[in-house]
Nanobody
Framework: QGQLVESGGGLVQAGGSLRLSCVASGRTFSTYVLGWFRQAPGKEREFVAS????????NFADSVKGRFAISRDNDKNTVYLFMNALKPEDAAVYYCAAGPFSSTSSSVYGLWGQGTQVTVSS
């Protein structure tokens, strides 16, 4: 079925930027809608962003609109999350996920990465 591996997390000051990457193995990458979710300690996993198979359609949580961007490179089997103007409340483990259609619900996505930690200092 394939595997997703995230990278790019780390410690950043509030107002800073990070780029997360998620590389997929397998030959069916372009057939999946891709999403980013995050989970902070003691909180439920929440939707951050998604991108269609071609990359032409994107969707963002209200909390990150205007600050985050998502893109994908199907030739490189990679999806990116560009995070700007980071806030302490953005701190979480960020997961990429693959699914059959775009949704804000994590249950739609059947393939998940292991997550990458993002820490934002105030």
């Amino acid at each position: 079925q394939g595997q997703l591996v995230e990278s790019g997390g780390g410690l950043v000051q509030a107002g800073g930027s990070l780029r997360l990457s998620c590389v997929a193995s397998g030959r069916t990458f372009s057939t999946y809608v891709l999403g980013w979710f995050r989970q902070a300690p003691g909180k439920e996993r929440e939707f951050v962003a998604s991108i269609s198979r071609s990359g032409g359609n994107t969707n963002f949580a209200d909390s990150v609109k205007g600050r985050f961007a998502i893109s994908r490179d199907n030739d490189k089997n990679t999806v990116y999350l560009f995070m700007n103007a980071l806030k302490p409340e953005d701190a979480a483990v960020y997961y990429c996920a693959a699914g059959p259609f775009s949704s804000t619900s994590s249950s739609v996505y059947g393939l998940w990465g292991q997550g990458t930690q993002v820490t934002v200092s105030s």
